[in-house]
T-cell receptor, first 107, second 112 residues
């Protein structure tokens, strides 16, 4: 069965420190992976997708098929990065979401 | 303005009542979805539609039903609400650039 696991429900780091939000998946086919973000009082929105290999707001994520991981990273955290982050796996035109990680950036 | 709208945003009702959560999008998207989300938990897909007159059940079993009579409209109905239906319901749509779902603001339902 397809599954997305985000092992950390809460993550707190200081401003300027590196950030890594972990995501592991289980899927037998070729995965399509995404990160979604929900800022306070805003809607859930797409942050980035693995196929684009892009950096959005300083965040990057690399698909590691050997480790079945898609961790989200940013070298220097900013206070505005505080939000809820969801990793998602795409299959058959549907998305399976992980439980989410609440990231708090301390000043 | 192209957007996706959900009403009501908040609803508190008694057990046994019938409710409909509305979802409308003005982006012309064919694909629409309903997710259920309990606090601190993942989003679970409960219904989806790939176009008019097309509806399917999602991964999470739900007693709710949906309809898709018009492209822009995808309402969700509970015939007889129960406390176990208390949750947040998120509606989303996409134009086929799969992976980029556009979400509504959500409807938070509380059943007493």
């Amino acid at each position: 069965a397809q599954r997305v696991t985000q092992p950390e429900k809460l993550l707190s780091v200081f401003k300027g420190a590196p950030v890594e939000l972990k995501c592991n998946y289980s899927y037998s086919g070729s995965p399509e992976l995404f990160w979604y973000v929900q800022y306070s009082r805003q809607r859930l929105q797409l942050l980035l997708r693995h196929i684009s290999r892009e950096s959005i707001k300083g965040f990057t994520a690399d698909l590691n098929k050997g480790e079945t991981s898609f961790h989200l990273k940013k070298p220097f955290a900013q206070e505005e990065d505080s939000a809820m982050y969801y990793c998602a796996l795409g299959r058959a035109q549907k998305l399976v979401f992980g439980q989410g990680t609440r990231l708090t950036i301390n000043p | 303005e192209a957007d996706i709208y959900q009403t009501p945003r908040y609803l508190v009702i008694g057990t046994g009542k019938k409710i409909t959560l509305e979802c409308s999008q003005t982006m012309g998207h064919d694909k629409m979805y309903w997710y259920q989300q309990d606090p601190g938990m993942e989003l679970h897909l409960i219904h989806y539609s790939y176009g008019v007159n097309s509806t399917e059940k999602g991964d999470l079993s739900s007693e709710s039903t949906v309809s898709r009579i018009r492209t822009e409209h995808f309402p969700l109905t509970l015939e007889s609400a129960r406390p176990s239906h208390t949750s947040q319901y998120l509606c989303a749509s996409t134009d086929g650039h799969f992976g980029e779902l556009f979400f509504g603001e959500g409807s938070r339902l509380t059943v007493l």
